[in-house]
């Protein structure tokens, strides 16, 4: 039986892993030199039981002989090509996020923002132009919903001050006529929001109002791009100090 405990062997182990994964080496390599490292702090280790100091001491003197394993791989660049930075996957994983969030947030600021208004301002410039042109032909009407993504269903209504004729057209064909009846969408990422607009065209004498149901996103979305934004910050603030404890620290820290 090995007088060095697995939990003292564990503790010299865990020092030469950090030394192996820092090599930029081939795996065959990299094992070899764990391997090497691990049976020569060992065997300090026992040099030191041999003078009558404890295992868990013995173990903890053999490792401060070696520092840290930055002191090591410095010693071992000589031979070796050595990383200049550690746990890379870190980094990797915050830009991906970081990525990820920015895609989520610019996203959402650009559906509700811009792009709502945007459909909005075209369904009511071309409703008017087209009523002018068409006198109310519902033919207008999937060219506005079809064309604008944010919209989900409109309804147009023409009173002909003149004539006293008041004809509503709505889109799509299958829906109620009337705008209370429509089924609004409501789940936590989305929901059914209506704007309505109204417009006299006083030399043609007549009226048009219109009810557009638009989607709208809702500030889930934004909370979760947020929270993506905050893991992506703190996996790259955990890359930095593990880096800055690595290129500057002369002492090792240990952990069971």
């Not at 003149?162 to 064909?173: A, I």
Request: charged share 25%; with cysteine.
């Amino acid at each position: 039986m090995s007088i060095i405990n697995r939990k003292d062997e564990k503790l010299i182990r865990n020092f030469c892993k950090k030394v192996k994964n820092n090599l930029k080496e081939s795996k065959h390599i990299q094992n070899e030199v764990e391997e090497e490292l691990f049976e020569n702090i060992k065997a300090k280790a026992l040099s030191f039981v041999n003078e009558n100091v404890t295992p868990s001491m013995a173990v903890k003197l053999a490792l401060d002989e070696y520092e840290s394993p930055k002191s090591v791989l410095e010693e071992l660049s000589e031979e070796y090509k050595v990383k200049k930075t550690i746990n890379n996957k870190f980094l990797s994983f915050s830009i991906l996020l970081f990525f990820v969030s920015a895609v989520i947030l610019s996203g959402f600021y650009y559906w509700n923002i811009y792009l709502i208004q945007k459909d909005f301002d075209r369904a009511t410039m071309d409703v008017d132009i087209l009523a002018v042109k068409q006198m109310g032909n519902e033919s207008a009407l999937p060219y506005l919903v079809t064309e604008n993504p944010t919209i989900e269903a409109i309804w147009t209504t023409i009173s002909n001050e003149k004539n006293k004729d008041r004809s509503t057209y709505v889109f799509p064909e299958n829906l109620n006529l009337g705008v209370n009846m429509f089924e609004r969408t409501d789940n936590i990422f989305y929901e059914t929001v209506f704007h309505g607009y109204v417009s006299d065209i006083g030399n043609k004498n007549f009226q048009i109002e219109m009810n557009v149901a638009q989607v709208h996103l809702k500030s889930t979305i934004f909370f979760i791009g947020a929270l993506i934004l905050l893991l992506s910050l703190s996996f790259f603030i955990y890359w930095v100090k593990d880096n800055i404890k690595y290129k500057y620290s002369n002492k090792n820290v240990q952990t069971a």
